[in-house]
């Protein structure tokens, strides 16, 4: 599963805009658009998610989840869960 904050920050790595992630991934810029603006995790249509994935990666992109490991060498950019205050 892909974020929103995941798939801006993505496009910023890039250095992309929406249209250009929407050409790659071979679908609409609202599309793209509706993606950025969910909250949390992407939703809408599979078909449409699993496109906008494989064009990130194509791209050269990582998708890292939560807890998981980067299998891959190269930078990156990680949100940390804040430490809760004592």
């Known amino acids: 599963m892909i974020t929103a904050s995941q798939l801006r920050a993505a496009r910023a790595l ?3 805009d ?3 992630l929407a050409e790659l991934a071979g679908v609409s810029v609202p599309t793209i ?3 950025e603006a969910s909250q949390g995790n992407v939703r809408g249509v ?8 494989e064009a990130l990666d194509r ?3 990582e998708l890292i989840g939560e807890n998981a490991q980067s299998v891959s060498s190269g930078r990156g950019v990680r949100l940390k869960v804040p430490k809760p205050r004592s």
Not at 46 to 53: C, G, I
């Open 14 to 16: 890039l250095g992309i």
């Open 18 to 20: 929406q249209k250009t």
């Open 33 to 35: 658009q509706r993606m």
């Open 46 to 53: 599979v078909e449409s998610l699993t496109k906008v994935v």
């Open 59 to 61: 791209a050269g992109i």
